[in-house]
């Protein structure tokens, strides 16, 4: 009996280990709930229209042109420096030369316009200066011819007088006669042909 009740009490030992062993379940972890997010709707924005400016139109200018001086058909004036630097930005020629030559030589500008309109302007003058051996006097140190492209009737025509005369106190540019050329120019067009006077040659 007692060989049997040892047996037994081993028996039932065993079971309750086994039995929890079978019982013994892993509990499942919480799955991370993941939040949502919430996509806002996409504002597509209003393209900018921007509005033109509108720049005030360029008044017609006055013919015949205040403040010239008439000869026959023909107009011309002597631009101020102002004036001149103006036609510098309305015309790229006038500022290019400009640049290039009056800051070393004497030069001048000039309007000029024709009643019936010109194929090439030419503009004959004087190039100025004092006279070495009376500074109160001035004498002709060479003269200048121009030749440029034509403008049409009753429109202005800005021009750049250039010479080849060092800058210098007391010289200048003057006595030029504005002509109306038409037909097919006898001359490059356009140029500057300075000549000096036989006595500073």
């Not at 086994?18 to 996409?42: G, I, M, N």
């Not at 290039?100 to 100025?128: H, M, P, Q, R």
């Not at 009753?154 to 021009?159: E, F, H, P, Q, Y």
């Amino acid at each position: 009996m007692k060989k049997l009740a040892s047996i037994l009490i081993s028996i039932s030992l065993l079971i309750p280990a086994q039995a929890s062993a079978e019982t013994t379940t892993s509990t499942p972890k919480p799955a991370a709930s993941k939040s949502k997010v919430e996509k806002k709707p996409v504002v597509k924005k209003k393209p900018v229209v921007r509005k033109k400016k509108n720049f005030p139109t360029k008044k017609p200018l006055k013919w015949p042109p205040p403040g010239f001086e008439k000869k026959g058909s023909l107009y011309a004036k002597t631009a101020t420096p102002k004036e001149l630097l103006i036609a510098g930005t309305e015309y790229k020629y006038i500022q290019k030369d400009l640049i290039k030559y009056c800051d070393e030589f004497a030069c001048l500008g000039i309007f000029v316009g024709s009643e019936t309109g010109c194929d090439w302007w030419e503009i004959s003058s004087n190039v100025l200066g004092v006279d070495p051996t009376d500074p109160t006097k001035r004498i002709i140190y060479g003269s200048l011819t121009t030749s440029i492209s034509g403008s049409k009737a009753r429109t202005i025509k800005a021009i750049l007088l250039v010479s080849n005369e060092p800058i210098a106190d007391g010289l200048g540019i003057g006595a030029y006669t504005a002509n109306c050329r038409t037909g097919k120019p006898t001359q490059k067009v356009p140029s500057n042909t300075y000549t000096k006077s036989p006595d500073r040659i």
